[in-house]
């Protein structure tokens, strides 16, 4: 019984549709844990729960080898080779390694040496390059790859470029006939000429009649010819900021470098040349007070001066012969100065006197200066000859380096800075940590500039007093003032010229600080350049990578002022001794230039005369590798005596001092202030320093500091820092075992050994940064090596395990810290990351193991636990202990030495795992933080172990210990549930740990047994479910979810992993599945639906145990796409991306290129087809217009509910329209505009994320087994199926091609809607993936981000940088991605048609296929009407045809829409510029002729439809040829004569007929065509086409709507509303001959309200129309639908054109058809936009507001115009449109047409005269006319509206004189009045109508009068009585009317004609009608007065007064004229005398 309910139950919810299962399970955080989200189908097991995977290494096991053929076998197993140990040779950039050679050092300079010149240990995944991780698809490859893509041909894109056809040579102008033509007027010549065209070529075997299933077999070879391998190459690459998996190799370790500059010493030249100068460049930084970089030391001496030293030279080395040198710069800063000092050779004088010729002589005066010359010289070369050993410092100096970098002009400093900022993972910061200090203020950068040459020509003498570095910063901040007082001193001129330049990525001739080649040397010989050593200005942290071991010693100052005796010329003398004897000083004192290379002694300069000198030398000096005890430096004082006086020696020494270098081991560094001896040094002094006061020995000052020193070392090899100092001579000295040590004051035995070595490895934390992270591989070696070989100390192993982790721990600490600014995105350092993958190797592992190493060694692992760790540890661990393995303790001592040594050797990653496990919280904090060092130390480590103990070949099982992977699984358990407590306190954290977990299991999947991973990926798995359901924000565990899984997916043997190929094993599980009780429910498969299948297609248990990389990520997506799940946005896009970067990945594997295992690789994604299917109503909508989403799917659907569809509609074009569903009275579907709600529920996907998910929906249909598709979709439900349809038509639309004009987007469907233009044309201006749309979607939705800490995720839900990389492409980059989009567009469509194909072959056997093949022709009519490729084309049609033929009683039977859509779309086509297009689109068209004639004799329905389609193609397209098409109507024709099938029927007749007959339609066109920039033209043609379809109501309305379009385009919305009007009282003419309705119009009549002309369409009679004829009338219009459609667009644009009167009217006719159907929402909508309408009317009720039209009258004279001459018509133009404009425009149009010179506008509006016209001109009048109303019609056109709205008359006047002038005196002013009658009332279908008649009458020059004082009148009145009033209108008109100074004035024209009483009884009349008339005049200006009177202030009294005074004297003026009395006033009229009130008793003038 239960299992039967059960089995019911399943079986039901395998029907319903996925929204009900949503509907029916209670979500998972509300409901108990057990609902599930959504069931799948098999093993019940709910998607948020993780299924037990299968064991990985067992199912290998259980497989034969040869179980898969050929290309598959690689796939089954990871390769044999896939890790390999590399040796890579370290890079040395010197020729020679420069180390120490054959020396004896020490163990420590040993071990460093060693570190230098070892090989990097790299363990190489020989794959991993090809995972996501390393190889990423960036758009960069993406590039790559599409190189050599086909371009496809596209119609939109041809229209430019192929526009002169063949077809085109004939003139297009053939003159115009006129346009009363009816259109079937030119029938023969027509017929003749479709005749004579040439057709296209004809497909080869059309008429033949072949097999169904050859043709089919036929069109599937060729759609699989030349298509692309790889469909995502052609999508743009995955969005770079979601790729969490990337990574790259970090780079191996380098010395650092900061900015390199070149400078070059070209030439230095004094005003006078007597002697050698030399000179020394360094670069200081005045801000840091730091001298930053070593000297430089140059001479430029020509060489008759060099030669004047012959006596002190040797030879000179060549290294010291450097003119140029390279500066590194790591902080780069605005205060840099590079200064430059000059010496000579001492000599007699102080330093201003040796300057003193320098300042004074000139060269110009050299012949004057002769003999003074002469003697200089003389008198230096004694000095040189006596004194060339010293030097005196004589000038300097210095070059603002910033000033040079920016005035040289940075090389578009910044044009990069936008282009770095790519979110690189892998260098985010290349350089290092020195990027901090380039932020900021002081952003100066010394790489781009421009070479610059510069020549300094003044040098300041140096100051005697003023040597020291202190006073030289002074004199440097104080340069760069503007009133410096350096300026203010007398110059010594010179002339040094010198080069500055970026240095050269490999300069060659390049020297070393320490003086080796660096590569290129290409030859010894050249002159080098020096590489010059920097001191930065802050700490830089790099390690060390090469040896150095460089010393400087800098003297600062002696104070002799004491010493007695004859101490002036003080020089200092330098010597490195390694003992006492004299000889025993090293050669190791670097040279400085044109001198040996180094030396054994160096001197400081000499200050002349002076007891206390300060120096500012500096010697540079080579250490020795071993520096012992007795090395010390020796300091000689002398005096020299500059003049040689007999008797006295020339050096005299008079103190001696020294420094020990080493003291306790260290190196002495740093200042030293030391007591200088008067003796000689007693012997040993070297081990004593000279604080120490030797007995018997007399010194300077009393044994006080008088010499002030400063010793710094840079050094690789000592750390110049006491705690790592102190720790690296503990591990030196337990290797060794060299006791008992002195280290400091302490004596270290083996006994205290081991307490002093842990308190060192406790303060490693204290050491100072910079020598930390120098020497941290050194530190973190020795580390390593205190972990696995602990130390034996007399016989004991001394377990220092712990102490060496926590060490470490706190050593990764600092150097992170210290390194925080070059961390890339995850936070890793990029030198500890080098340190494990290039340095780390295991200690002392050389791969020579015995055979039966392993088991000893993993025996003395196990020992060796035991050993010296304390009982708590045990207590902490004896959980995780397996009982069978017990800890073996061994008492210490109790074997030999050798045997415990090997005991004590442990392996790394088992020692880090426990440490680890069982650390304590601090430390573990400090891990935590940098998780990732020691998982990869761990994973370095076991491969380490692997591959040096050939283990690889040992089973995965076996490869490590129990106990070493119960470690791993408490580790990952740890450090995951850290990942989801932190993320709600410190998100990045747990973003970083969760991806160092996951690279962690992601690498471990290479080295141990996957099964034993994936259990701890599913534990993991399992932690963040249980804490999903409690979570604040479920939406971040979620995100850190997706990416762990998306890192573990990126695996480079990712499909390995998901065991492919195995056929998927049907649950073995006794609840019943859920997919064997379906059979009922599949469609189209008599037998049940196989199993394996459909588990195969769903995310059922079997899919997701076998896939289980697969099944997580496809599960991840299925939940984020759930429309209840949280924070959706970020989610689907981040599920979405996974995907796509792994499929993309697939595409560009090489393994994976062969068909055969691209299809194994498709099935691990199969479900996200079915996914994607449930997902449909959230995708974005593709497919412009509302209610597509569900189309097919409802149609196939029996149980949805009807959501407001028109039951197979597909056009989303007219469904805009007319949206809404079949409307029976009392339906259910509503004529709804919006989309159904009910499909939309949860969280919509965004554009760019839906379409990224169609690419990979299409991926898979591309690859998957074709067979496997078709038995899947044969198990389908009929409601699925829908959904797949519709899922592929979604494909369509998101990939439809936009052209590379995108904004001339050509309308893909019949008719422009204007309720969808403004949709499309948002669409077009955003790109279909608008950032905008995406906002304002965002916008609307409540954030998925709970607390706003986590904002910082903001950033990647934003989509701007799609949008914003648009800027500025290059024309070829535009032209690539047309390329690339046309590609993508026509394999997406190629994908879709191999489906719809594979779906056809399915249904064809089953009861339903008809609603099915409905569905599927609908796509493919789809895919025919989007812009498409020829190439797609050519097989679409192919297919078309196919099925056609296949199933003919889809188009002739049922639905006609489907018939006229497949017309529409083989006509557009025929139309093609394209030949191959229209060579198949002309095939399908005859065939589909023949197919319909066939049926039935005859083919009335393909001829209706064809014929309409012309015609709404014809109208709407706007780059439509009609040549083209001609061409294939000649092709058709072709056919016809051909067939020899139907040879004896009449069917090659009627096909005639019907060529003609469009052909006919054609000719018309191209008159539109020539027509197509003249709007009026155009819109009259169109005008006339309709009228000649008087008899075909279809194709009249398809041209009334066309002119719809044209005018809704043009703006004209009245006219347009007027076309769909007209439309509609056509379809009500029609609906009422077929039934009589009590709700629908009765036909035109009704709509007579809305405009009078609407009768034109009664026409339609019983004798044209028999209603039921096939094929009339049968459009989708010619409905209760269709009229409701009509009229609401008739009121739409009505509303656009503020005719909001005319609106009211529409919905008169309207609401009783709504109200008969019930359908109160409709109702409801139009009543609100009724209250908007009249609400409007309300508050424009001036009618100001809205202003309706300006008329023209235009005529055209002359035989140019053809058809027009002698025409008029009344123009309706835009509002406000000026007579200038209009004229302006039809003049240009004209000249344009016509040429320059023909066209005239007659300026006046005088009658023409036709015979005083040029013959060759053309003429064109234009008059401004007004709308003209009878008295009578006035009363009723009362509102503004009403008076702009059924004009027919419009009225212009005239002025002339009859002297022919138009204006002259009153007494001969005549007007001429023209009332002018048109056609039709306006506004009408079009914007000119004719003036069918003209009536003239002249005014004579009383009745003039008599109108102008009316009008006058008129406007007093309207002054005064406006309310509110205004005043100064009021003033301005009665100014106007009695100010005394006006011209032709009231008065004046009172006296012309009221003076004398006329003659002429006729004119009785109008004397006194003027007589009235003024009358009322006087009147009225007296009620103004008064009027302004009241209105006026108390400042406007006088122009008040003035003003009456000026009425008073008018008045006075005509009282007498208005007093006279006419003689026959009161006489009876005689009978000639009309009545000459009414317009008609004016006279005629002559027409």
Not at 1607 to 1621: I, K, T, Y
């Amino acid at each position: 019984m239960a299992a039967a309910e059960r089995r019911a139950f399943a079986h039901k919810i395998n029907r319903t549709v996925a929204a009900e299962v949503r509907k029916q399970v209670s979500r998972e955080r509300s409901g108990s844990p057990s609902s599930s989200r959504r069931c799948s189908s098999s093993l019940g097991v709910p998607l948020t729960e993780v299924v037990e995977p299968l064991d990985f290494e067992d199912v290998l096991l259980s497989r034969p080898p040869d179980a898969e053929p050929g290309p598959l076998r690689d796939l089954v197993e990871f390769p044999a080779d896939d890790l390999e140990l590399l040796l890579q040779p370290r890079e040395c950039r010197t020729t020679e390694p420069g180390i120490p050679k054959d020396e004896k050092l020490d163990a420590q300079v040993r071990a460093a040496v060693e570190m230098y010149i070892e090989d990097w240990v790299i363990v190489h995944r020989r794959y991993q390059y090809l995972s996501a991780a390393y190889s990423p698809v960036t758009t960069e490859t993406q590039r790559e790859r599409q190189k050599g893509l086909p371009r496809q041909v596209f119609e939109q894109d041809a229209s430019g470029d192929e526009r002169s056809g063949p077809e085109d040579s004939n003139d297009s102008r053939r003159g115009s006939g006129s346009p009363e033509d009816t259109p079937r007027s030119s029938g023969a010549s027509s017929i003749f000429d479709l005749r004579n065209l040439a057709a296209d070529s004809l497909l080869p075997s059309l008429l033949e009649r072949a097999a169904p299933e050859d043709v089919d077999r036929r069109n599937e070879s060729l759609r699989r010819q030349h298509r692309p391998p790889a469909l995502l190459t052609l999508y743009p690459a995955p969005d770079e900021d979601e790729a969490v998996e990337r990574c790259s190799h970090p780079e191996p370790p380098r010395e650092h470098f900061g900015q390199r500059i070149l400078v070059k010493c070209l030439s230095l030249k004094f005003e006078i040349e007597i002697e050698p100068i030399f000179g020394i460049l360094a670069l200081y930084d005045v801000r840091e007070k730091k001298k930053i970089s070593e000297n430089f030391y140059f001479d430029l001496n020509s060489d008759s001066i060099k030669g004047l030293l012959r006596a002190h030279g040797t030879h000179p080395a060549i290294s010291t012969l450097a003119r140029s040198a390279i500066f590194s710069v790591t902080y780069p800063s605005p205060d840099i100065f590079l200064v430059i000092k000059l010496e000579k050779v001492l000599q007699q004088g102080d330093i201003s006197e040796c300057c003193e010729p320098y300042m004074v002589m000139k060269e110009v005066d050299t012949a004057k200066n002769k003999e003074k010359l002469e003697k200089l010289r003389l008198a230096a070369e004694q000095f040189c000859t006596r004194l060339g050993r010293y030097r005196m410092p004589f000038a300097w100096t210095a070059v603002h380096l910033a000033n040079i970098v920016s005035s040289a002009g940075q090389l578009d400093r910044d044009s990069d800075s936008e282009g770095e900022r790519r979110s690189a993972w892998t260098d985010r910061r290349r350089r290092g940590p020195q990027d901090r200090a380039s932020s900021g203020d002081d952003a100066c950068s010394f790489s781009g500039f421009r070479p610059a040459t510069l020549t300094v020509t003044n040098f300041f003498k140096q100051e005697a007093e003023r040597l020291s570095d202190e006073d030289l910063f002074k004199f440097l901040a104080d340069m760069r003032r503007p009133s410096s007082l350096l300026r203010r001193l007398r110059p010594v001129t010179a002339q040094l010229k010198i080069d500055i330049s970026p240095a050269p990525e490999n300069p060659h001739f390049c020297l070393s600080p320490e003086l080796l080649h660096i590569k290129p040397y290409p030859d010894p010989r050249g002159r080098p350049t020096k590489e010059i050593l920097e001191f930065p200005a802050r700490e830089v942290y790099a390690p060390h990578t090469s040896y150095r071991n460089l010393l400087y010693v800098y003297p600062h100052s002696l104070n002799f002022s004491s010493r007695q005796g004859s101490v002036r010329n003080l020089a200092v003398r330098v010597q490195y001794m390694t003992g006492e004897d004299p000889s025993q000083a090293l050669p190791v004192i670097f040279g400085k230039s044109s001198c040996s290379e180094f030396t054994r002694e160096a001197f400081t300069p000499v200050v002349y005369h002076n007891k206390s000198p300060e120096f500012y030398e500096e010697f540079k000096l080579h250490l020795p590798a071993c520096v012992t005890e007795n090395h010390h430096l020796l300091f000689t004082f002398y005096h020299v005596s500059c003049q040689p006086r007999p008797g006295t020696a020339l050096e005299t020494p008079v103190g001696f001092t020294w420094i020990p270098l080493l003291q306790h081991g260290r190196l002495r560094t740093g200042p030293f202030c030391l007591p200088v001896s008067v003796d000689q040094p007693p012997p040993s002094y070297s081990v004593l320093t000279p604080d120490v006061a030797l007995p018997g020995m007399r010194w300077v000052d009393g044994h006080k500091g008088v010499f002030s020193v400063e010793l710094t070392a840079v050094s690789s090899v000592h750390p110049q820092d006491p705690h790592l100092d102190k720790f690296f001579t503990l591990v030196h000295v337990l290797e060794e075992g060299a006791f008992p040590f002195r280290l400091k004051d302490a004596v270290l035995s083996e006994g205290n050994v081991e307490q002093e070595l842990r308190a060192s490895l406790a303060a490693l934390r204290l050491a100072s940064p910079e020598p930390l992270v120098a020497f941290s591989h050194h530190v973190l070696d020795k580390l390593v090596r205190l972990v696995v070989r602990p130390p034996i100390i007399s016989g004991q192993i001394v377990n220092l395990g712990r102490g060496a982790f926590e060490a470490m721990a706190h050593v990764v600490s600092l150097v992170h810290r210290s390194l925080e600014a070059a961390q890339d995105a995850r936070g890793h350092c990029p030198q500890l990351a080098a340190y494990i993958h290039y340095a780390f190797r295991l200690p002392g592992t050389e791969p020579s193991l015995p055979d039966g190493a392993p088991p000893v060694t993993v025996q003395a692992a196990t020992l060796a636990r035991g050993s010296g760790r304390p009982i708590s540890l045990y207590l902490a661990r004896s959980k995780s202990i397996s009982s069978s393995n017990p800890d073996l303790a061994v008492a210490p001592g109790s074997v030999d030495d050798e045997v415990s040594r090997i005991l004590a050797s442990k392996l790394l990653h088992e020692e880090l795992a426990l440490q680890w496990v069982v650390s304590s919280s601090a430390v573990r904090e400090a891990i935590l933080q940098h998780a990732w060092f020691f998982f990869q130390l761990m994973v370095k480590s076991m491969a380490l172990h692997l591959l040096l103990g050939q283990r690889l070949d040992t089973p995965r099982k076996l490869r490590f210990p129990g106990r070493f992977l119960d470690d791993i699984t408490a580790l990952v358990g740890s450090v995951g549930l850290e990942v989801i407590t932190r993320v709600h306190k410190d998100v990045e954290l747990a973003e970083r740990l969760n991806a160092s977990l996951a690279f962690f299991l992601s690498d471990l999947l290479s080295l141990v047994d996957r099964g034993f991973v994936f259990s701890l990926v599913r534990a993991h798995y399992k932690q963040v479910a249980t804490r999903l359901q409690s979570s604040p924000n479920p939406a971040a565990l979620l995100t850190l979810r997706m990416e762990f899984t998306r890192i573990l997916c990126s695996h480079e043997h990712y499909v390995t992993l998901n065991l492919p190929c195995c056929p998927l094993s049907p649950p073995a599980s006794p609840s019943p599945s859920v997919s064997s009780t379906t059979s009922q429910s599949s469609t189209f498969s008599s037998q049940a639906p196989d199993p394996k299948v459909t588990s195969m297609f769903e995310l059922s248990g079997p899919f997701r145990q076998q896939h289980f990389l697969a099944g997580l990520l496809l599960t991840e997506l299925a939940l984020a796409l759930e429309p209840e799940a949280e924070g959706a946005f970020l989610l689907h896009k981040k599920a979405i991306s996974a995907v796509h970067s792994l499929l993309c990945g697939h595409d560009t594997d090489p393994r994976y290129a062969e068909a055969t295992v691209k299809a194994c690789v498709a099935e691990l994604y199969l479900p996200l087809l079915s996914i994607a299917r449930d997902t449909l109503p959230r995708l974005h909508d593709f497919a412009e217009g509302p209610g597509q989403r569900s189309r097919l799917a409802s149609m196939l659907d029996s149980d949805t509910e009807g959501e407001g569809d028109i039951a197979g509609t597909i056009n989303p074009s007219v469904a805009m329209a007319i949206a809404g569903g079949p409307l029976a009275p009392g339906s259910r579907a509503s004529i709804s505009q919006g989309p159904p709600t009910a499909s939309r529920a949860g969280c919509a996907l965004s554009a760019e994320s839906s379409r990224t998910l169609l690419a990979c929906v299409l991926w898979v249909l591309k690859n998957a087994e074709p067979a496997l598709l078709q038995r899947w979709a044969t198990d389908l439900t009929l409601p699925q199926l829908g959904r797949l349809l519709d899922l592929l038509y979604l494909c369509l639309a998101a990939f439809e091609y936009k052209g590379k004009k995108a904004f001339e987007r050509i309308n893909s469907l019949t008719f422009k809607k204007s309720l969808d233009m403004k949709a499309r044309l948002e669409e077009a201006i955003l790109g279909t993936i608008g950032a905008r749309q995406e906002m304002v979607r965002r916008s609307r939705e409540r954030s998925p981000f709970g607390n706003p800490e986590n904002v910082r995720w903001r950033k990647s839900v934003t989509h701007w940088k799609q949008t914003s990389d648009r800027v500025d492409k290059t024309k070829d980059e535009m032209e690539h991605e047309a390329l690339v989009e046309g590609n993508l567009a026509t394999e997406a469509s190629l994908v879709v048609l191999d489906t719809l194909e594979i779906i056809v072959q399915t249904v064809m056997l089953s009861e339903a296929r008809e609603s099915v093949l409905g569905a599927v022709l609908k796509v493919v009519l789809y895919s025919l009407g989007s812009a498409q490729s020829a190439l797609f084309l050519q097989h679409g049609l192919a297919t078309q045809r196919a099925l056609v033929s296949k199933f003919p009683e889809l188009l002739f039977e049922e639905d006609t829409e489907l018939c006229a859509d497949l017309c529409l779309r083989l006509l557009r086509h025929c139309g093609s510029r394209i030949s191959t297009i229209r060579t198949h689109a002309s095939a399908s068209l005859y065939l589909l002729m023949r197919q319909n004639f066939e049926i039935g004799h005859n083919f009335a329905r393909v001829k209706m439809q064809v014929t309409m389609s012309l015609s709404s193609l014809v109208g709407t397209t706007q780059n439509f040829s009609e040549e083209y098409l001609r061409r294939s109507l000649k092709t058709i024709l072709t056919y016809a004569e051909e067939d020899v099938g139907l040879r004896d029927s009449t069917f090659a007749e009627q096909v005639q007929d019907l060529m003609f007959n469009l052909h006919m339609i054609l000719t018309d066109t191209v008159k539109m065509k020539e027509h197509q920039e003249d709007p009026e033209m155009l819109i009259d043609l169109m005008y006339r086409i309709a009228r000649g379809y008087q008899g075909s109501p279809d194709l009249r309305l398809t041209w009334l709507q066309n002119m719809a379009g044209k005018h809704a385009e043009l703006g004209n919305h009245a006219e347009a509303a007027q076309c769909m009007v007209h439309a509609a009282a056509l379809v009500a003419e029609y609906l009422a001959l077929l039934e009589d309705h009590r709700h629908l119009p009765v036909g035109c009549v009704s709509f007579q309200n809305i405009s009078s002309n609407v009768l034109e369409e009664s026409a339609i009679s019983d004798d044209i129309l028999s209603p039921d004829e096939e094929g009339f009338c049968s459009g989708k219009h010619f409905t209760e639908l269709g009229l409701v459609g009509l009229l609401e667009q008739a009121a739409g644009y009505f509303t656009m054109g503020g005719l909001y009167e005319a609106v009211n009217e529409v919905y008169k006719n309207l609401i009783p058809i709504l109200e008969a159907h019930r359908d109160y929402k409709k109702l409801a909508a139009v009543h609100g936009k009724l209250q908007e309408a009249f609400t409007k009317i309300m508050h424009q009720s001036s009618g100001w507001e809205r202003v309706f039209g300006t008329y023209f009258r235009v005529g055209f004279y002359g035989a140019r115009f053809g058809d027009l001459d002698e025409q008029e018509f009344v123009y309706k133009e835009p509002s406000i449109t000026k007579l200038a404009e209009i004229s302006h425009r039809l003049e240009e149009f004209y000249t344009e047409r016509f040429g320059d010179d023909v066209v005239e506008i007659i300026k006046d509006s005088n009658p023409v005269d036709k015979s005083k016209l040029d013959a060759q001109k053309a003429y064109i009048q234009i008059t401004y006319v007004e709308p003209y109303f009878d008295t009578y019609e006035l009363k009723d056109r009362v509102t503004y509206f009403d008076r702009n709205y059924g004009l027919r008359t419009f009225l212009f006047c005239t002025p002339f004189t009859p002297d022919g002038r138009a204006h002259g005196e009153l007494p001969e002013q005549h007007k001429r009045k023209t009332l002018l009658s048109t056609d039709h009332a306006f506004p009408y279908i079009k914007t000119r109508i004719r003036v069918c008649h003209r009536e003239e009458t002249v005014l004579t020059p009383v009745e003039v009068a008599i109108e102008d004082m009316q009008k006058k009148t008129r406007e007093l009145a309207f002054a005064t009585e406006q309310d509110p009033p205004d005043a100064k209108m009021l003033q301005m008109v009665l100014q106007g009317s009695v100010g005394p100074t006006v011209n032709q004035g009231p008065l004046e024209v009172a006296q012309v004609f009221l003076a004398e009483i006329p003659e002429d009884p006729k004119l009785f009349r109008h004397h006194n009608k003027l007589r009235l008339c003024f009358k009322d005049f006087c009147k009225k200006c007296e009620d103004a007065l008064r009027k302004n009177k009241a209105l006026i202030g108390p400042d406007q009294k006088e122009y008040h007064r003035e003003l009456e005074r000026n009425y008073c004297r008018l008045r006075e003026a005509l009282q007498p004229l208005l007093t006279q009395r006419l003689p026959q006033l009161l006489a009876p009229t005689p009978p000639g005398l009309r009545n000459s009130l009414n317009r008609a008793s004016f006279r005629k003038a002559d027409l």
